[in-house]
């Protein structure tokens, strides 16, 4: 009995990594899809106030300026790394 107990009790842990795993992922799209139906619904209230395109692109430009200097960032590091 106890030998079967302690079969069950270990086969619950290896697989509650799994599990984490999954809720993990499943709670990351749930976020991202929330996310993209918040964005596609004030969407036409942006498009149609005084700023328009230029309150949607102005973050984007930010963002995607970032992303290139993360980017150049990572490189001179691992440069870096490389000459020791």
């Not at 499943?26 to 993209?36: L, W, Y």
């Amino acid at each position: 009995f106890l030998v079967l107990a302690g079969l069950i009790l270990l086969i619950y842990r290896i697989s509650a990594g799994s599990r984490a795993r999954r809720r993990a992922q499943r709670r990351n799209a749930d976020m991202k899809a929330i996310g993209i139906t918040a964005a596609l619904a004030v969407l036409p209230s942006l498009l149609k106030g005084k700023g328009g395109l230029g309150v949607i692109l102005g973050p984007a430009v930010a963002l995607a300026a970032y992303a290139i200097y993360r980017e150049n960032v990572k490189s001179d590091d691992l440069d870096e790394s490389e000459r020791r």
